[in-house]
Structures are given as C-alpha cells and as structure tokens.
T-cell receptor, first 114, second 112 residues
Framework: KAGVTQTPRYLIKTRGQQVTLSCSPISGHRSVSWYQQTPGQGLQFLFEYFSETQRNKGNFPGRFSGRQFSNSRSEMNVSTLELGDSALYLC?????????????FGQGTRLTVV | KNEVEQSPQNLTAQEGEFITINCSYSVGISALHWLQQHPGGGIVSLFMLSSGKKKHGRLIATINIQEKHSSLHITASHPRDSAVYICAVTRASGGGADGLTFGKGTHLIIQP
C-alpha cells in the first residue's frame, strides 16, 4: 500500500507570490490534515478536510486555504507569501479522522520564501 | 503555557541505555500520539493511546488519564533510535481547532 505522497518536496518562492502544495493520502483514507512546522513554533495544525469539506481549521490567516477533491487528494494554497511562511508543510491522512484514529504523515514539502 | 509539554527537550545517552521521555498535557483529550521524526522531515506514528499501555518491539508507551501524563520508553537503545520524538494529543470534542496539538519534541541522540 502506497504511503502519503506530498509534492513537491522542495520549493523556493519569492515574497508576494502564491504557492500550491499537493497531498495524496493513503488509498481509502478520507481525512487529510495539514500542518506547518517551523523551528520557532514547532508543529501547528492548519486545517483538516474530510469528504471534500473542511472540518476543522487552526489559527492561521486567510492567506492559507485548502481543498479536497473527490478522490481525497488535497491541496493547500498560500497566497501573498511572506518570509515567515518558510516552513516544512506536512500532511497526514487517516481513515476516518484524527479522532482516535492513527495519522499517517507524508515526507513534507519544504517551502523557502526569499 | 503550552497545552502539551515534553521533557527533556534534549537527551544524549549511550547505546543500550533505557530511555524515558515524558509528556504532560492540560486539555481534555480523546487520544495521545507518540511520533518520531528523523532528519529530513518525515514523521512516523509510533503509538496512539487512549488508556493503559502499548508495546511495539523495544518501544513502550504508557498513559495515565487521571494525571494527564504519558511516557515513552525505549529499551536497549540503539544509535538508529536517534531522532526527535513528539507527543501530540487529539482534543476531546467540544470546540477549538480539533487537529493534533503538539509538544515541542525531544531531541534524542544515542551514542555508540
């Protein structure tokens, strides 16, 4: 069974640009969650999608958005990039959701904003 | 104060030693997760607990719901166990961002 796949693995963008990251969950998993990891703040929850609907959202500005497609693949978008958006972005998939079900993480996309 | 606190932040030990990493949390939870992150970023889920104790190979995780505390133990530690170990909780339903809430991680180095 293939694991969680995130693309691209590395990305360099300029301040003010926008970026789209992709996450393909494990086959059969319907929940995809996104997290941001920075040296200063550690891992922080961005949002969770389940069956194409955003179910939960963390405390991030509206520049961070996402969506989920009917095949459960998810994308997250960051508009008007700021230097502070440089981070490792991780997605995790689970069968039902984060509630008492194991989360399987991808390798992450490392975004550098210059 | 962080809702999930881990200790120690850094731990260096010799191969073969028994390792304990602690996690305390201050919110109601439905589950606690222990995760492992190697250099390069990928995260592996080691355990998900809602009560009691779980064992997988040389790894043991325990949780005390009343005391809001969990421990991760590594027996017969090996250099390949060197990684960052992260405690995370799934909040009990009732509001807020219900994704995982993470501790800052414990950076473990096992020296040969």
């Amino acid at each position: 069974k293939a694991g969680v796949t995130q693309t691209p693995r590395y990305l360099i963008k300029t301040r003010g640009q926008q970026v789209t990251l992709s996450c393909s969950p494990i086959s059969g998993h319907r929940s995809v969650s996104w997290y941001q990891q920075t040296p200063g703040q550690g891992l922080q929850f961005l949002f969770e999608y389940f069956s194409e609907t955003q179910r939960n959202k963390g405390n991030f500005p509206g520049r961070f958005s996402g969506r989920q497609f009917s095949n459960s693949r998810s994308e997250m978008n960051v508009s008007t990039l700021e230097l502070g958006d440089s981070a490792l972005y991780l997605c995790a998939s689970s069968f039902i959701g984060q509630y008492n079900t194991e989360a399987f993480f991808g390798q992450g996309t490392r975004l550098t904003v210059v | 104060k962080n809702e999930v606190e881990q200790s120690p932040q850094n731990l260096t030990a010799q191969e073969g030693e028994f390792i304990t990493i602690n996690c305390s949390y201050s919110v109601g939870i439905s589950a606690l997760h222990w995760l492992q992150q190697h250099p390069g970023g990928g995260i592996v889920s080691l355990f998900m607990l809602s009560s009691g104790k779980k064992k997988h190979g040389r790894l043991i995780a325990t949780i005390n719901i009343q005391e809001k505390h969990s421990s991760l133990h590594i027996t017969a530690s090996h250099p390949r166990d060197s990684a960052v170990y992260i405690c995370a909780v799934t909040r009990a339903s009732g509001g807020g961002a219900d994704g995982l809430t993470f501790g800052k991680g414990t950076h473990l180095i096992i020296q040969p």
